[in-house]
């Protein structure tokens, strides 16, 4: 019998090699996994108990010596597990719910429940996997051909169920490899700022992860490893860019044209497209007078030249966003100047583990005790999907002179915040007006770092100028100060074009009608997957999914590719080609999602500089939604809200 992947590979290391890998554990989750290793619940139902539950704190509050009893207890017993040839034991749902409630702190019931049973797949079965390939006649499957657009976290992920239902599928790539964002952005401190264990396939054991937030160069390594596990190489078309696609009534498809990196066009046909092309990948440059006149090298940080030699130079980098922040710290030791331009100020979580490398005695628990690792990525992820979007909701009353809050708790937030960014400037007081935000707490995306920015702003060769920059001439920057900031290279960290879904090519639909037009500045899809007039069309990381609170996107990525299968299923099995979202359910969400969007933190109208708001400065690219309620509208499509035909 296949061994189920989060039950750890078996081991014969000796007692002192386990009893040196138990130094670098996360306690709580050694704990769970103890009672996966004994069966005996007796592990979370004494004494020693978590305190907190956050994200960054593997232990859960613990103290050392509370930590060393542990360790002291589980080596006689893990050694005998090893002994006794690693086999955990099978334990019932209701206790798995406990030790949930036991890393949680609270009761995890109902959706929060529901969704991390699926998250968290202690069956060892892949709870997504598409099981219904044999009730569709091979002939309707064969007359079915689906294409996905973009070969990054959804696309890879659409390919991995299209092939277990057995669709013929063809994934149409722009660039020259798999991993999407991760694959462009190769600047100098890249990195995830989700927790690794969590920003991967639910499905797959993420027992690898070299960091805790780990770096470009790895993502880009297990884009291209999940891809050749799963055999998906002979169905990609990498170097080929979707430039258009028409529905097309007659034959109730999309006829999907492409183009090669060689000029070679093509039209491909297709019954379903997903589109998965991701919202953070069209570079934004700004539109600043004199940039074209630059003599030295200029490009936006999602072009990083490969062969870029730094030393020793004048380094302008304008924009200090989630790119511009991981560039600067990389980057100053090497250069000889590096001007900061950061028009807003950011709102940055302290995060002590954000550069730390995952110790090997964790490591070696990833990989061998019994669903450790679930229990790592649940410490990971529990705290941000529990807490929801409450934490976030502006209370109209509610008064704050600082106008860094809108509510209680989020003033508690702030305060702890603000009181660790200004440790971190102590000694220079000319910085704090520089760094400290005058807008809402985490109304932009927020930043996580252990310090390594604002450390950086200290170094006597950086400086950070946040007056607004008048114009780019051929040797450096000006500033409406009249002040001239001398440059050899200048980095556009500007950001993306969020706002403009789907924009790198026409999508035109029923009645040959635009997508960009039906848009506008204002672009909404029900549940953010489905369009009315766009049949068979389904968007990953569409408008309105963008997460600013919970998870990583991972979460949606699967939740939206179950939604995409489901609706791809009921279809076939109602004999229909087509299937599209009525307008009503469209026009009942978009007004849900307004009025919801509209009371949360990410909207207020104090946050001027916001690429998640459109030029209106309404807010259309993020999810509104728990994590749990999403999970739960995604579950499965509702048949009264399609018209199949
Ligand atoms: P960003 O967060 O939009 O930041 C862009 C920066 O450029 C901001 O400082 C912005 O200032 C500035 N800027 C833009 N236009 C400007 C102009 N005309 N003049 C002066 N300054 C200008 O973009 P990003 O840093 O590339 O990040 C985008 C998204 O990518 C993030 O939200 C995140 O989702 C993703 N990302 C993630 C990671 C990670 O996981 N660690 C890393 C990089 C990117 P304002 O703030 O005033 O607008």
């Known amino acids: ?15 002192a090699a386990i009893a040196s890998a138990l130094k670098d554990v996360s306690v709580p989750a050694l704990m769970c996994s103890l009672v996966h290793v004994t069966g005996d619940p007796s592990w979370i139902r004494g004494r020693v108990k978590p305190r907190l539950a956050l994200a960054f704190d593997v232990q859960s509050g613990i103290p050392a010596e509370e930590q060393e009893e542990i360790r002291g207890a589980a080596l006689p017993v893990i050694a005998a597990y090893r002994d006794g040839g690693c ?6 749902p209701e206790l798995l719910q406990e030790m949930m409630a036991f890393l949680g702190l609270r009761p ?14 202690f069956e060892g079965g892949d709870v997504g996997a598409v099981t219904w390939r044999d009730e569709i006649p091979e002939r309707i499957r064969d007359e079915c051909p689906v294409v996905v657009i973009g070969c990054g976290m959804g696309g890879i992920l659409a390919g991995i169920r299209l092939k277990q239902a057995g669709l013929p599928f063809t994934i149409i790539e722009k660039n020259a490899g798999p991993g999407g964002t991760w694959w462009e952005n190769r600047y100098p401190g890249a990195r995830v700022d989700v927790g690794s264990h969590q920003y991967c396939y639910s499905f797959e054991p993420g027992d690898h992860w070299s960091e805790f937030y780990c770096q470009h160069g790895e993502l880009r390594d297990y884009f291209t490893d999940i891809l050749n596990k799963y055999g998906l190489g002979p169905y990609c078309r990498f170097d080929t860019a979707v430039t258009g696609m028409t529905w097309d009534e007659g034959s109730s498809s999309w006829e999907v044209r492409v183009a090669s990196a060689g000029g070679a066009e093509e039209m491909i046909k297709a019954r379903f497209v997903i589109s ?23 490009f936006h940080s999602a072009r990083w030249p490969e062969d870029l030699d730094i030393t020793g130079t004048r380094f302008a980098l304008i924009g200090a966003g989630a790119s511009g922040f991981q560039i600067a710290p990389t980057i100053a030791g090497e250069v000889g100047q590096l001007t900061v331009f950061q028009r807003t100020a950011q709102w940055i979580i302290y995060n002590p583990i954000y550069h730390t490398a995952v110790p090997d005695g964790d490591r070696w628990a990833l990989r061998h005790l019994p669903f450790y690792g679930r229990w790592y990525r649940f410490i990971m992820t529990f705290p941000g999907i529990s807490a929801g979007v409450e934490p976030y909701r502006i209370q109209p009353a509610h008064d704050d002179p600082t106008s860094h809050s809108v509510n209680p708790g989020h003033a508690q937030r702030a305060d702890l915040l603000l009181a660790w960014m200004k440790s971190m400037i102590e000694g220079r007081p000319d910085l704090e007006p520089k760094v400290i935000p005058d807008y809402p707490a985490m109304g932009k995306r927020v930043l996580l770092d252990n310090g390594s920015y604002l450390r950086c702003l200290q170094r006597p060769n950086v400086e950070l100028v946040r007056t607004a920059i008048e114009r780019v001439v051929a040797d450096g920057v000006v500033t409406s100060d009249g002040t001239h900031y001398p440059a050899d290279i200048i980095c556009y960290a500007t950001g993306f074009r969020h706002n403009d879904f789907l924009a790198s090519f026409d999508v035109h639909g029923r009645g040959g009608v635009s997508l960009r037009d039906r848009w506008g500045d204002e672009p909404t899809a029900y549940l953010g997957i489905t369009v009315p007039d766009f049949p068979n069309l389904f968007c990953v990381y569409g408008p309105g999914t963008n997460l600013a609170h919970g998870a990583g996107l991972f979460y949606h990525s699967e939740f939206q590719v179950h939604y995409a299968m489901d609706a791809i299923h009921q279809t076939l099995t109602a004999g229909a080609a087509a299937c ?10 978009v007004q849900r999602y307004r009025s919801e969007i509209d009371q949360l933190v990410w909207s207020h109208p104090s946050i001027r500089h916001s690429h998640y708001k459109n030029p209106a400065g309404r807010v259309f690219t993020l999810s509104p939604w728990p994590i749990d309620e999403y999970w739960r509208m995604t579950r499965q499509v509702e048949p009264d809200d399609y018209v199949f035909s």
């Open 580 to 589: 599209e979202v009525t307008p009503e359910a469209h026009g009942r969400y």
């Open 87 to 92: 086999q955990p034991k099978e334990l019932p």
């Open 1 to 15: 019998m296949k061994r189920n992947p989060h039950a750890g590979e078996p081991f014969t290391d000796d007692d």
């Open 276 to 298: 998965a092309v991701g919202s953070l990948n069209i570079p934004r440059m700004p539109a600043i007078p004199g940039m074209e006149t630059f003599t030295g090298p200029s």
């Open 108 to 121: 995890v019931e109902g959706t929060l429940a529901g969704l991390f049973f699926d998250d968290l797949q």
